[in-house]
Nanobody, 115 residues
Framework: QVHLVESGGGLVQAGGSLSLSCAAS????????MGWYRQAPGKQRELVAT???????NYADSVKGRFTISRDNAKNTVYLQMNSLKPEDTAVYYC?????????WGQGTQVTVSS
């Protein structure tokens, strides 16, 4: 079983920055894809960014140039640096890990951007 613990998030004014982290533990391998998704009230959960164990990244068009996903394989942790935040970035952000054909979600962390 894989466990994901998210931290970071909070309240920030538009134009500000926040950083999220997600630490994985348990039955994890060296080959994985981890990512961040978000869900705003009344909307479907959507992809924000993913990163593979090899370092390949993928971003939603809405966050390209503003968000950066990175990983520390030694710490089994993935980070999401969010800059130039907009009110429309307000959502619950969820960490996800795909590992050994299993998909695991974190508990979610709230990000609120005030205008």
């Amino acid at each position: 079983q894989v466990h994901l613990v998210e931290s970071g998030g909070g309240l920030v004014q538009a134009g500000g920055s926040l950083s999220l982290s997600c630490a994985a533990s348990g039955r994890i391998s060296n080959i994985f894809i981890m990512g961040w998704y978000r869900q705003a009230p009344g909307k479907q959960r959507e992809l924000v960014a993913t990163i593979s164990s090899g370092g390949s990244t993928n971003y939603a068009d809405s966050v390209k140039g503003r968000f950066t996903i990175s990983r520390d394989n030694a710490k089994n942790t993935v980070y999401l640096q969010m800059n130039s935040l907009k009110p429309e970035d307000t959502a619950v952000y969820y960490c996800q890990r795909f590992d050994r054909n299993n998909l695991t979600w974190g508990q979610g962390t709230q990000v609120t951007v005030s205008s």
